[in-house]
């Protein structure tokens, strides 16, 4: 059982990488140019990666890369001929067979890895803004859910006039920022962690409330913190309905929640939350600190 389940992680987390990787070379190739911070982030990117996953496609990608910084000096060549290969390699992952890349969630993971490539030089240019409004608009499903929703209508708004401030970029940069989980300017260049998409202004009452509850515990086991919620007044679900009132994220809960087992949990929550519905998504901090 052991043996399947790291085989069904494994895969699962390989064709995430995948479409992580699709995305963030359309990312850095949009505007047509290979940047040197642009490669620093895909080398350290390729690192994680290579962690997660033994992969062949990975370790090769992530050579050729080392081999261009290795001298500190990237000539106009080696941007010419990375940002080909770079393509090559995109059209190779995308003709792989077993990794689905038309589900919705391949759809999130493509535009993850979009934003991500579009953040990597830690700026936003007018091409890469308007790629981002073309991108967003030919997927009806993200850009009518979170988090595509989010960024499709803030890139509509700064589009509207015609002109892109500075301003206007710096708000959508720092939105992509807190989408990915990827601040370059703070050093957080892994590439995977993303930001819990908490409620943090949520008002937590617990008589009649349902809650569900995900992720690792400081206070302890989940049936202890769920002996807790009952105490208090509340109610328990396992799973994510229309019905629940809260999703409680625990604190040891993975950085990188969406390589995680409880990321889908939290997704679904999301779409949940996102469309008009009364659950709320808080934080083990958020839910003890409410009791009574």
């Not at 000096?73 to 290969?85: G, I």
């Not at 209508?153 to 892109?164: M, N, R, Y």
């Amino acid at each position: 059982m052991e043996d399947k389940q790291y085989v069904f992680n494994y895969t699962q987390n390989r064709d995430k990488l995948f479409t992580n990787l699709v995305g963030i070379i359309d990312g850095i190739t949009t505007d047509g140019i290979v940047r040197d911070e642009e490669i620093l982030y895909l080398d350290t990117w390729l690192l994680e990666a290579n962690q997660l996953i033994n992969n062949g496609v990975i370790k090769i990608l992530r050579t050729r890369v080392s081999d261009i910084l290795a001298d500190g000096v990237v000539t106009q060549q080696e941007r010419e001929d990375l940002k080909s290969y770079l393509i090559k390699i995109q059209r190779d992952i995308l003709d792989i067979p077993s990794v689905d890349f038309y589900s919705t969630e391949s759809d999130l993971h493509l535009l993850t890895g979009l934003c991500k490539g579009l953040i990597s030089d830690k700026s936003l240019n007018a091409d890469e803004i308007r790629y981002l409004d073309w991108w967003l608009t030919q997927n009806g499903a993200l850009k009518n859910n979170y988090p595509g929703k989010e960024l499709y209508s803030l890139v509509k708004d700064i589009l509207s006039d015609g002109v892109i401030t500075t301003e206007e970029s710096e708000l959508l940069y720092r939105t992509l920022v807190d989408f990915t989980g990827c601040d370059l300017e703070l050093g957080v260049v892994d590439g995977l962690a993303t930001r819990l998409p908490l409620n943090t202004d949520a008002v937590v009452h617990f008589e009649d409330k349902i809650f569900c509850l995900t992720g690792g515990f400081m206070a302890g086991k989940r049936a202890q913190v769920e002996k807790i919620v009952e105490e208090a007044g509340g109610k328990l679900s396992s799973d994510i309905t229309k019905r629940l009132d809260y999703l409680v994220v625990g604190t040891l809960s993975s950085r990188d929640w969406r390589f995680s087992s409880h990321g889908r949990k939290i997704e679904k929550a999301v779409t949940y939350r996102d469309n008009g519905g009364k659950l709320r998504i808080i934080s083990e901090e958020m839910l003890f600190g409410a009791l009574p």
